[in-house]
């Protein structure tokens, strides 16, 4: 039993793709740099992305209904069946909110499967696409800043230079939103052969880096420099040991410009929020307080050992511990189990066609180990670092009627010199 073939595109269906795909990615990434209101941008993402994505899904699951019972699949179903059930102990439930939530990202994971089984090409231009729109963004948002105010000076630290131009200036939430674009370059990057696309890939991805660093979140240069060394175990590529030492010396710059700042922040704080979230979560160990969308906020006077009253771990773990105890993080870790798995004995880790799709992994993981929050809800910045990079992972797996792990390998879709697959 073997996969079904490639759905071949016309040339204009496969543009109108791309188009559907750049714009739907770049509102889940640069767009959130430049929107007043999430809520809004969630409500687009309905219409551009999640409404075209479910009927191309009804369609494809019409003719291979087998295939939505793979292994993977059944992994996040069982996340999210445990998620529903954990709404009847929940103190504020929100039965719409979450299953709402449960549906997109279920809608997304889906999609990237499907575009990466039959249009793998055309998902990974269209990445490409939205990850360079994401920089000229941010370039634009740091001529503004930078223009007004000195070098050293952390981006969106004032409002200087962009009053009345960038209305969302969270500095957590763009560390979060782009950091998947960031690292979508720097894979396509090392596929890439063609050179004028070498360069344009190489100039996007400095401006991404650039946009982390300049921010000065001791959390997103972490996640930029683990990023990279992941990408370079797996690939020992020269442009991305260039990069990370590129990134190395542009963080020392801060560092020893303004030494004090970094030492007297000392480590935020960040092992007492630990312990006591650890410590609040811990009174129902087993099946969690029940999914919300909030975490309640802890006072230094139910936890001595805080400073000041913090509003959520800051850890995507503790979180996921705090809403569905450890039977959520067992059950989480079958899924995330079962597709590390698939990707190492498919080799599909190890493929340089691959990496556009797998280079976000690590970095978004890192980041929400030090700022997670949320794990399930609908549309939200931190997206761009669990939920997008878990479906592009899934992308580069062929899905198989005979759900074997093996068979990956066997019925990958070939690869031109570029690194994309070829329907």
């Not at 204009?12 to 714009?23: E, I, S």
Request: proline share 6%; hydrophobic share 55%.
């Amino acid at each position: 039993m073997t996969t079904q073939p490639p759905i071949r595109l016309s040339g204009a269906a496969a543009h109108l793709m791309v188009a559907w795909l750049t714009l739907s990615f770049f509102l889940f990434s640069g767009a959130v740099l430049l929107t007043p209101s999430l809520g809004t941008l969630g409500h687009a993402l309905k219409a551009v992305f999640f409404l075209p994505a479910l009927i191309l899904l009804i369609r494809h699951y019409r003719r291979t209904p087998n295939n939505l019972f793979d292994d993977l699949n059944l992994a996040l179903l069982a996340f999210f069946i445990l998620g529903l059930v954990s709404l009847f102990w929940a103190a504020e439930p929100r039965w719409t909110r979450m299953t709402h939530a449960m549906l997109q990202i279920a809608v997304l994971f889906l999609t990237c499967r499907t575009l990466g089984q039959h249009h793998r090409p055309l998902l990974a231009r269209a990445l490409v696409l939205s990850a360079l729109l994401s920089a000229v963004v941010a370039g634009v948002i740091m001529v503004l800043f930078y223009r007004d105010n000195p070098p050293i000076l952390p981006l969106y630290e004032v409002r200087t230079g962009l009053e009345g131009l960038i209305p969302n200036t969270n500095q957590l939430i763009a560390t979060m939103t782009m950091m998947s674009p960031t690292f979508i370059l720097a894979g396509a990057l090392v596929a890439e052969q063609q050179v004028g696309r070498r360069i344009l890939l190489a100039l996007g991805l400095t401006v991404c880096a650039l946009f982390l660093i300049a921010l000065q979140r001791r959390t997103g240069l972490v996640a930029l420099l683990g990023g990279g060394v992941a990408l370079i175990l797996l690939t020992r590529s020269k442009r991305i040991i260039l990069a990370l030492v590129a990134i190395i010396i542009a963080t020392s710059y801060f560092i020893v410009t303004d030494a004090n700042h970094y030492i007297s922040r000392g480590d935020s704080e960040r092992i007492a929020v630990w312990l006591s979230y650890l410590e609040v979560a811990g009174h129902h160990p087993w099946f969690g307080h029940g999914l919300s969308d909030n975490i309640p906020t802890i006072t230094p006077e139910q936890s001595p050992i805080l400073p000041y009253a913090v509003f959520h771990p800051h850890n995507i773990l503790l979180s996921l511990f705090y809403y569905l105890g450890a039977a959520g993080l067992v059950v989480f870790a079958v899924f995330v189990i079962i597709l590390l798995r698939r990707l190492l004995v498919s080799r599909a880790a190890f493929e340089h066609k691959n990496l556009v799709f797998l280079a976000p992994l690590a970095p978004g993981l890192i980041t929400l180990m030090f700022d997670g929050e949320k794990v399930i809800t609908p549309f939200w910045p931190n997206w761009n670092c669990l939920w997008i990079p878990l479906a592009l992972a899934a992308a580069t797996l062929a899905r198989t009627a005979s759900n074997s792990p093996e068979s990956d390998a066997s019925h990958a879709a070939p690869c031109d010199e570029s690194g994309t697959a070829n329907d």
